[in-house]
């Protein structure tokens, strides 16, 4: 089994940033891809950011420019710097990561969830 911890939520006033964190923990070989989702009330839950083994990233349009997905291999962990945080910003954000572990097994994993508040 793996365990995603994620870290870095917060309340921050519109411009301001904040870093997420999120770590794999468990029976890991190797991960593929690593991403941030977020989910606002009300609101279904998108992709904000992924980040492949091959350091390819995506964004979706409303935050290019403004966050940035990285990732440590070597740490089991995924990062997303966001920058000039605006009102819309605000939501609960998960990592998700594909993992292969042991005997050629592949799953994929969710955190519990930072929240993230933007607000004056």
């Known amino acids: 089994q793996v365990q995603l911890v994620e870290s870095g939520g917060g309340l921050v006033q519109p411009g301001g940033s904040l870093r997420l964190s999120c770590v794999a923990s468990?029976?890991?070989?190797?991960?593929?891809?690593m991403a941030w989702y977020r989910q606002a009330p009300g609101k279904e839950r998108e992709l904000v950011a992924a980040i492949k083994s091959d350091g390819r990233m995506t964004y979706v349009d409303s935050v290019k420019g403004r966050f940035t997905i990285s990732r440590d291999s070597a740490k089991n962990t995924v990062y997303l710097q966001m920058n000039n945080l605006k009102l819309e910003d605000t939501a609960v954000y998960y990592c998700?990561?594909?993992?292969?572990?042991?005997?050629?097994?592949?799953?994929?994993?969710w955190g519990q969830g930072t929240q993230v508040t933007v607000s004056p």
């Open positions: 998700h990561m594909m993992v292969a572990g042991p005997g050629s097994t592949e799953n994929d994993y």
């Open positions: 468990g029976r890991i070989v190797f991960i593929y891809d």
